[in-house]
């Protein structure tokens, strides 16, 4: 059974920093892109941040210089560092697992980040 847990969410004050963490079991983590996902009431869910089993990073524009995305195969987690945090970076934040040429597509169960002073 394939599993994705988030933790690392909560309340920061604009300027702060927060580390997610996704840690992944039931697949082979390391064949898997791994993606942050956030959705914000009222918006449509966007694709913050990814890597690939090669490592190959890609952004959205609004966090690039202020969030970084890394994996570590051995503990098969995903992280997101996020720095200069602002008040439009609020939502939901979700750890997804892609496997290329398969259907092979999971979630986690999200966890919030809320940036307010």
């Known amino acids: 059974q394939v599993q994705l847990v988030e933790s690392g969410g909560g309340l920061v004050q604009p300027g702060g920093s927060l580390r997610l963490s996704c840690a992944a079991s039931?697949?082979?983590?390391?064949?898997?892109?791994m993606g942050w996902y956030r959705q914000a009431p009222g918006k449509q869910r966007e694709l913050v941040a990814s890597?690939?089993?090669?490592?190959?990073?890609t952004y959205a524009d609004s966090v690039k210089g202020r969030f970084s995305i890394s994996r570590d195969n051995a503990k098969s987690t995903v992280y997101l560092q996020m720095n200069s945090l602002k008040p439009e970076d609020t939502a939901v934040y979700s750890c997804?697992?892609?496997?290329?040429?398969?259907?092979?597509?999971?979630w986690g169960q999200g966890t919030q980040v809320t940036v307010s002073s």
């Open positions: 997804n697992a892609v496997r290329k040429l398969s259907t092979a597509n999971y």
């Open positions: 039931g697949v082979i983590f390391s064949i898997y892109v």
């Open positions: 890597i690939t089993d090669s490592y190959r990073t």
